[in-house]
């Protein structure tokens, strides 16, 4: 019952690791959720406010699914992934529950980060604690004893410890970030985007990515806005040189009639995004390889 995740190389890559496992189990409900509630904002900015007279039925079916659901398991997600990446199958209750406490009580995306890590390194302990359990009880160990002491156990912490202090530190981050009017907001945008732009893959454009996931979820949006566009700079601009300057390529992949391969590259953690660009007679249709690294 307890699937023990993959060899780790060193605390720190343990934790990074443990993180991205997190960020990218994630994002699909980011992604969900961000685009129907865009959709919804096509109806009108409040077009999902019953007050509003621009009020929408369809609109408010869209915010609601997107934003009240989608982005609600946002959090949750976030923490029992992590929680998993460092203890397994174990410790997904416990960090999907103090994820859920700390969506609830204001602590967001940071409470949710260090519910993952509690509960994770707690199931951690209670494995070393308990190892020497009888043999014939531990399923009975695995379906009682480590839920209830785990869940109980992050859910005082998360309320007891995290909670306050957390939700101070998020009202702090989105009232500074509120500040911002003008120059003040277009720096913080180029330099978020240029954050994103400067190592595709990499720790900055991680970094980057993770503070617009934490704005998100504290309800301001602005930040992700730059992120993307940012994002989005590299491609484009490697997509438009081999389609206007392709007489000026000096790449070696690159020969006449032939496919060009591995054009542009984007690492991630346990994942490799490649993009290939086919033939110049095909249009230069591009096609995104995603494929899991082989476990270490």
């Known amino acids: 019952m307890n699937e023990e995740p993959r060899e780790q190389n060193g605390f720190p890559h343990e934790l990074y690791d443990s993180l991205m496992n997190g960020i990218r189990h994630m994002i699909p ?9 865009a959709v919804s904002f096509m109806f009108g900015v409040n077009a999902a406010d019953v007050k509003d007279p621009s009020y929408s039925p369809v609109a408010a079916l869209l915010y609601t699914i997107g934003h009240g659901n989608g982005f609600a398991l946002m959090v949750p997600i976030l923490a029992g992934f992590i929680a998993y990446g460092i203890s397994g199958t174990l410790a997904l209750a416990p960090g999907m529950i103090g994820g859920l406490i700390a969506a609830s009580t204001g602590s967001g995306f940071f409470g949710g980060i260090l519910a993952g890590y509690l509960s994770g390194y707690f199931i951690r302990l209670l ?74 893959g990499g720790p900055i454009n991680k970094a980057a990515y993770t503070f617009g996931l934490a ?82």
């Not at 206007?244 to 991630?268: D, E, F, H, W």
């Open 29 to 37: 409900f980011v992604v969900g959720g961000g685009i129907l509630m």
């Open 127 to 200: 494995n070393q604690l308990c190892r020497k359990f009888p043999k014939g009880l531990v399923n009975l160990r695995n379906v009682l004893l480590y839920p209830v002491v785990s869940v109980l156990f992050t859910g005082v912490v998360m309320y007891e410890v995290v909670a306050y202090p957390m939700s101070v530190f998020n009202n702090w981050l989105v009232a500074c970030l509120s500040s911002f009017q003008g120059s003040s907001l277009e720096i913080l945008g180029l330099i978020l985007g240029a954050m994103m732009a400067v190592d595709l």
């Open 215 to 296: 704005m998100i979820s504290a309800g301001n949006y602005y930040p992700m806005a730059a992120i993307m566009a940012g994002g989005l700079v590299p491609p484009i601009g490697i997509g438009l040189a081999t389609v206007l300057l392709k007489r000026n390529l000096m790449l070696r992949t690159v020969t006449k009639g032939k496919p060009i391969s591995y054009l542009a590259q984007v690492s991630l953690p346990k994942v490799r995004c490649r993009l290939r660009l086919k033939t110049f007679s095909e249009s230069f249709r591009r096609q995104l390889l995603v494929r899991q690294l082989p476990v270490r």
